[in-house]
Structures are given as structure tokens and as C-alpha cells.
């Protein structure tokens, strides 16, 4: 995490420089259309529904019952770690000798963090996290759900066929894998639904970071949970039955020398960042 509050501050300052100097970006951006046209064209029973996972601080986090964003916001009415409530949304539950499974509170994960809007001098400056991956998929002509469910995109009578697996990080993979087998069976299900097949279907997914550690889990073990001897699950390879094709970006497969950095130094504070 150490390295993601570093790159959000150089952005940020970054970001600030631009906004008050009134400069525009100069630089060019691929031709999705050209580039993804021809795969939109192919037939709906033939294209493989898509599930797209962010990394860690990737996923947006509310509060249960007061719906108030804990993670994802940083303006506004979010949970600020400044203050006792914001604080304690924020963290972890937490109890010496109980294990992880019975600690619980009511923060949920509330889909992929697509944009990070932070005020700079009063300045509002947005930063891009998981929209480009979003915008190259809807341009290839997948639909994702939950910007069709949100009204930000009108699909008229089209099902959809891009879906954002969303996961509370502060918690294990082994856990979140489970959730994501029961994601996966979710989105078969609608598939077969609205494209009238009765096989289901393989699907892609397309994961960032700590969401290839989640989908190489569940590869390899399905929903199985982590035994309480800290053994790992027989290897099933049960979620590998039900991929086409896993594509990581930036997935720690060999560990991360930044978290055990963290753990040993902390976090250094970073301008203009809430300090977590």
C-alpha cells in the first residue's frame, strides 16, 4: 500500500501543477474502435461473459446502513480517518485469538473504484484508476452491469455481458474467492438466461493486482476455504473449469517486497492524502 499512497501523491502534485497552470494533455489515446470492432461483432452465444477484478484499494467500500462511502471518496460526506467513526469504518475488526471468519462489521464493497475525484486547493482533480479498463471492454461491445443498472448507459432490451466483481480487500483471498465462484455461477446463469443456451459458459476475467491472487485462488481451489491447520486446500482445479482465459495485470505471483517493507517502516504520509 506503501507504493500506492507514493504514486497517489506524485499524481496528485502532478495533477495540481496541470489544473493551475491551465495546461491540457497533449497525449494520444489508441483507437479502441478501430480496434476492438470486429470482436464486438461477434455473435452474443459465442462470446464468453467478462468479469473484471480490481486490486487491492480497488474496490469502493460503504457502510451497510448508512450507505456512506468509507473507501473511494476522499471529498464530501466520506468516512474520514481524521475521526473517531471515520476511523473505525475504515479499519478492520480486530480481536486476539479469534479468527478472521468471526470478525465481522457492516462495510460492503460497492463495485470497481473507476475514478478517484480529490480536491487540490480547492481544485477537484480526478484521477483514472479502473475506468480505461472499463471503457476498452464497453467499446469492444461488452456490457457492463452496473453502469446499465446505475442509468449511466441506456442498453435498451441488450443483457450484459461485462461484470465487476467487487471484494472487500481488507479481508483473505481464500474468502473472496468463494464470493467470486458464487459471482461466476451468477453470471452463467444470466447468460444462458438471455442467450437461450443451456451449457454454461466459460468466462473470461480480467484481474489487477491483489484481483489475480483472488482468481488464481479460485482457479486452483474453487470456494474451497483455507484449512485451520494453515495447510492449503486439495487442488481441485475447480474454478479452472469454469475460465476461458485469466488475464493478470501487475499480480504479485512472486510476493510483494513492498508489503513486507510496509509492515516494517509503515506508511510515509503523502500531501493532500487522507492520512490512513
Request: proline residues 8%.
Amino acid at each position: 500500500m506503501s507504493s500506492f499512497y507514493r504514486t497517489l501523491g506524485l499524481l496528485l502534485l502532478a495533477a495540481a501543477s496541470l489544473a493551475l497552470a491551465g495546461c491540457a494533455s497533449g497525449s494520444k489515446r489508441a483507437d479502441l474502435r478501430a480496434l476492438y470492432s470486429q470482436a464486438a461483432q461477434q455473435p452474443e452465444s459465442e462470446r464468453a461473459p467478462v468479469i473484471v477484478i480490481p486490486g487491492i484499494l480497488g474496490s469502493k467500500l460503504i457502510d451497510g446502513p448508512s450507505g456512506q462511502a468509507v473507501w473511494g471518496a476522499f471529498s464530501g460526506d466520506f468516512a474520514n480517518p481524521g475521526s473517531a467513526e471515520g476511523l473505525r469504518l475504515v479499519a478492520h475488526p480486530m480481536g486476539e485469538g479469534t479468527p478472521l471468519r468471526d470478525l465481522r462489521d457492516e462495510v460492503l464493497p460497492d463495485g470497481a473504484l473507476d475514478r478517484v475525484s480529490v480536491p487540490v486547493f480547492g481544485v477537484p482533480v480526478e484521477l483514472r484508476a479502473y475506468v480505461d479498463i472499463l471503457l476498452t471492454l464497453g467499446v469492444g461491445g461488452y456490457r457492463d452491469q452496473l453502469l446499465g443498472q446505475s442509468g449511466a448507459v441506456d442498453y435498451g432490451t441488450e443483457h450484459y455481458t461485462c461484470f465487476q466483481f467487487s471484494y472487500d480487500w481488507r479481508r483473505d483471498v481464500a474468502e473472496s474467492a468463494a464470493k467470486l465462484a458464487t459471482f461466476v455461477e451468477d453470471a452463467q446463469r444470466l447468460h444462458m438466461s438471455n442467450t437461450g443456451t443451456t451449457t454454461p459458459p466459460r468466462v473470461d476475467i480480467v484481474a489487477h493486482s491483489m484481483g489475480g491472487m483472488v482468481a488464481r485462488y479460485y482457479l486452483r481451489y474453487g470456494a474451497a476455504p483455507l484449512p485451520a491447520d494453515g495447510s492449503l486446500p486439495p487442488l481441485t482445479w475447480a474454478g479452472a473449469d469454469q475460465v476461458e482465459h485469466l488475464i493478470m495485470v501487475g499480480t504479485p505471483n512472486g510476493g510483494s517486497v513492498h508489503a513486507f517493507l510496509q509492515l516494517l517502516r509503515g506508511t510515509p504520509p503523502i500531501p493532500f492524502v487522507p492520512d490512513y
